[in-house]
């Protein structure tokens, strides 16, 4: 599909389970308080960050366009954002950046307005997902899908939607809003810590240092990058993401070359200076094993 202009007439409903649908990847997290920050990158943008994947919110006199959803127990936190960033504006686009359940797991809040677009992976992976993962229901699926990218025309903006996987997963796609200079990535970025990629839904360790290039290359010095997880960015922080995949994949690949069995070039670990990378659901050890594993495979 080349272009596509909103208001779209195609409405569903969307429900997702956080648990076994994503796997341990992406699980929901220990139970808080839903609440829900919103950073302003733009006049018009807004980065809203709550538990799960980065969102992003586009207002327009036309109406919204959110990008994920988190889970489904924040949607009414979110739902209170956009009534107050929104001044009361319609939602009227909901795009997700693939599959997991803690960027499209709070859809059924929204589906009964905005139209779903997300790319043919994220619908074929709900229709049949990976072993010991469970599907959501069939009313659950996206309305639109796309094979390799899409152009919203909404509210004045043209908002490109591009299939950049397999990477995170093999459904990932990035969103570039052109004229505010504003690019949201999804989890083809975890800010400042090493990234989670996800081989059972599709997800490629060369393929993920591909796509973030590819979406660099794109890129001007003064764009604002909405990472799926971490602070509001720039390209500066995209390019100290890519360069220490470069650095830990040459490492990794070096041990390889040498011999090194698998609990070896994890036993090893990696220099001090990508200590500060390591967080709790991806810790240097689970890093490696993802980069070994990958390699070797690949």
């Keep these: 599909m080349g272009a596509m202009r909103a208001p ?18 992406e699980a929901d997290p220990p139970r808080q308080e ?54 009361g504006r319609e939602l009227k686009v909901l795009v997700n950046t693939h599959v997991h359940g803690d960027h499209v797991g709070g859809n059924p809040g929204f589906a009964a307005e905005a139209v779903i677009v997300a790319h043919d992976a994220v619908y074929a992976r709900m229709v049949e997902p990976p072993p010991g993962r469970e599907a959501p229901p069939a009313a659950g699926r996206p309305d639109l899908t796309f094979p390799d990218r899409v152009t919203l025309r909404f509210g004045g903006h043209e908002v490109e939607v591009l299939h950049v996987g397999p990477a995170h997963t093999d459904g990932d796609a990035v969103l570039f809003f052109h004229d ?72 990794v690949e070096e041990r390889i070359a040498r011999g090194m069995d698998d609990a070896a070039v994890v036993a090893a670990g990696l220099p001090d200076e990508w200590a500060s990378w390591s967080w709790r659901f991806v810790p240097t050890e689970r890093w490696l094993e993802t980069l070994v594993r990958g390699l070797r495979d690949g």
Excluded: C
């Excluded at 779209?8 to 990847?25: D, E, K, N, S």
């Excluded at 999804?186 to 290039?213: C, H, K, N, Q, W």
């Design 8 to 25: 779209l007439l195609v409405l569903a409903a969307l429900a997702l389970a956080a648990g076994r649908f994503l796997g341990a990847a």
């Design 34 to 87: 839903p609440s829900v920050e919103a950073v302003r990158m733009t006049p018009d943008f807004w980065m809203l960050v709550g538990q799960g994947g980065n969102l992003g919110l586009l207002v327009t006199d036309e109406g919204l366009l959110l990008v994920d959803s988190q889970f489904q127990r924040m949607a009414p936190a979110i739902r209170e954002r956009l009534d107050e960033l929104g001044d």
């Design 180 to 251: 505010l200079k504003v690019v949201h990535m999804g989890d083809l970025l975890f800010a400042g810590t090493f990234p989670f990629i996800d081989p059972g839904s599709g997800g490629d360790v060369r393929g993920y240092l591909e796509a973030m290039r590819r979406v660099r290359s794109r890129l001007g010095d003064d764009w604002k990058v909405v990472p799926g997880h971490g602070p509001a960015s720039t390209v500066a922080d995209l390019d100290a993401s890519i360069a220490m995949m470069e650095a830990t994949m040459a490492i």
